[in-house]
């Protein structure tokens, strides 16, 4: 049995300005795009490496080629790859690729193959990076026309800029996500104060493995889980801190891992984000399937970049739509 040819490509994306949370900051997008090809057919994935999963673009790009040569054997097909591959930036490029061949050579919709009866139109975040109180409340102000805005936290100083950028946008429904950058120290004042301000689910406000202290923890607010999640496996140990779980495919490891993340947080009674790296509308496209049944929609990679690829996403304001077969699915 022969299997399709998988190639792999580094491509660049300038971000609009740039892009600073509580690690740093980036004026660009570097992303890994795989493509599987066979009988005319072509299928592709993007993923975004991540240096805080240890991930490299060198050391992605050498994951997806060595399992090339098995998939072209046909030793390897799209139920083997979790077994190939651990969850990550690679798999999910690889994963989301074969999705997407498997819909071009079958005329069956990605959406349809994962059980959807169709796709809705969705409401996604729209994040303001971290700065200083005044330049987010600024921020803040010329995208008060957005219904949902996520605001990237982690730093002192943290109270003013939520009720900056409340200040700055009075109406939107704001999420804000610090990153890992708060400390038990400051945990209570920062969660007064995005109760004040009416904030509706804070993410990852303390590091991963050392997130104890919010089982503790009087709380108005959900807390979400972000870097404290990867798979499945994860959940029943977050229950007594978290309320809410981001599922990113990077950090599945692909669409199929993050839809058994989805069903599993839902028996869980976890409140569900799926998020993104930032990246194309190949990335998010896949994400979109996740997200149909999601209680917040943070899939706004696109509208952060200086130019997304083509054929994109299109949006239209906040409201994103499903993709067309010539870009995914």
Aim: hydrophobic share 45%.
């Amino acid at each position: 049995m022969t299997g399709p040819h998988l190639s792999v490509a580094v491509e660049r994306f300038p971000i609009a300005g740039s892009f600073t949370i509580s690690r740093g900051s980036r004026t660009e997008a570097v992303v890994v795009t795989a493509t599987l090809t066979i009988d005319g057919a072509t299928g592709r994935g993007e993923c975004v490496p991540y240096a805080r999963y240890g991930e490299t673009v060198e050391d992605v790009v050498a994951a997806i080629e060595a399992v090339g040569p098995e998939i072209a054997a046909g030793r390897i097909g799209h139920p083997d790859l979790a077994g190939a591959m651990p969850a990550g930036a690679a798999r999910n490029a690889v994963d989301c690729a074969f999705w997407d061949l498997a819909a071009k050579r079958s005329g069956v919709p990605a959406f349809r193959a994962a059980g959807l009866d169709a796709l809705k139109p969705l409401v996604t975040a729209y994040t303001l990076s971290l700065g200083t109180p005044d330049s987010m409340a600024e921020a803040a102000r010329a995208a008060a026309h957005r219904p949902l805005l996520k605001v990237k936290l982690g730093g002192d100083g943290d109270p003013e800029r939520i009720r900056a950028v409340r200040a700055g946008a009075p109406d939107a429904m704001l999420i804000v996500d610090a990153n890992e950058g708060w400390t038990p120290e400051n945990l209570a004042d920062n969660l007064a104060a995005a109760e004040a301000a009416g904030v509706r689910l804070i993410e990852q406000p303390l590091p991963a493995g050392r997130d104890g202290a919010l089982a503790g923890i009087a709380r108005r607010v959900p807390v979400c889980a972000d870097e404290s999640l990867h798979g499945s496996g994860d959940l029943a140990a977050l229950r007594d801190r978290y309320d809410a779980v981001n599922i990113k495919l990077d950090k599945a490891g692909g669409l199929t891992t993050a839809l058994e993340i989805v069903a599993a947080a839902e028996r869980a009674g976890l409140a569900v984000m799926v998020g993104c790296m930032v990246g194309t509308s190949l990335a998010m496209a896949p994400a979109i399937l996740a997200a149909q049944r999601a209680d917040f929609v943070d899939l706004d990679g696109p509208l952060l970049l200086a130019r997304d690829r083509a054929p994109g996403l299109t949006y239209d304001g906040s409201t994103v739509y499903p993709p067309e077969p010539a870009l995914w699915g």
